[in-house]
């Protein structure tokens, strides 16, 4: 079975490792940005769970339920803790 706390930190590394800080100090990446990265892409075998699991952890946060790429390469996915 997966680990899905190892996953989780695998992912919130890789959002620091790609995203950018906003004024309020918090880093956000697009959606785009971390499903094209090579990286993510060997990484996560079901990135889009793993954004899932930690949504529902509160350890990140983005606009709607399901992200599919391509339409939603835009959307901002923001790290909530440090």
Known sequence: TMNVEHE????????????TKNADGQVSVKFGVLFADEKCANLFEALVGTLKAAKRRKIITYQGELLLQGVHDNVDILLLQD
Do not use: Y
């Open 8 to 19: 989780i930190n695998l992912l919130v590394e890789e959002i620091r490792r790609l995203g």
